[in-house]
């Protein structure tokens, strides 16, 4: 069996990524809201019965997670932790531009804990921050947010911006 690689949130933002991902073989479970087909896992991530039983469902069907990548809005649940605990491998942590916000500097560190005292699970952080145009600035588009994270697993950085943080004052 090859590697098993699990996508929480890949119905929206990150469709694009799950495209590719299903296109380098192996085994791809996709855990969302709208989760359908043999891959899908239909849960809410803010249900903690809802989301521990999918995650289960996954492993069952498809063994061990060695890739994980999740966009969760918010680590104030119990979710991530409960994806990391089964991570053997890799977990890109995809987060949203607050992370970069110059005016809370500790968020990173605290999206990371959500893996201590976890071993055998190796954090990735993928920021998603915005582009600067001739007229402004604008969010990232789900094809650019997909291509950053593709590119982010392909490449193993402990840390990826995908777009811009700086100048903070330039975002949309």
């Given at each position: 069996m090859g590697a098993h690689t699990l996508v929480v949130g890949g119905t929206g933002m990150l469709s694009g990524l799950c495209e590719a991902l299903a296109g380098d073989g192996g085994r791809l479970s996709l855990l969302s809201r709208r989760a359908s087909g043999p891959d899908g896992f239909a849960c809410?991530?803010?249900?903690?019965?809802?989301?521990?039983?999918?995650?289960?469902?996954?492993?069952?069907?498809?063994?061990?997670?060695?890739?994980?990548?999740?966009?969760?809005?918010?680590?104030k649940i119990e979710a991530p932790r409960l994806l990391a605990e089964q991570v053997q491998g890799r977990l890109f942590q995809v987060l949203g531009s607050a992370a970069a916000d110059p005016a809370h500097p500790w968020r990173?560190?605290?999206?990371?804990?959500v893996v201590e005292d976890l071993p055998g699970c190796e954090l990735r952080q993928v920021v998603l921050g915005f582009m600067l145009e001739p007229?402004?600035?604008?969010?990232?588009?789900?094809?650019?947010?997909?291509?950053?994270v593709l590119e982010a697993v392909r490449a193993d950085r402990s840390l990826t911006i995908i777009g811009q943080t700086q100048p903070w004052s330039a975002k949309p």
């Open positions: 809410d991530y803010h249900d903690r019965v809802s989301f521990a039983a999918a995650l289960g469902a996954a492993i069952a069907r498809s063994g061990p997670i060695d890739l994980a990548v999740a966009w969760f809005h918010t680590l990173l560190e605290t999206a990371r804990k007229d402004g600035s604008r969010w990232l588009t789900n094809d650019e947010i997909s291509g950053g």
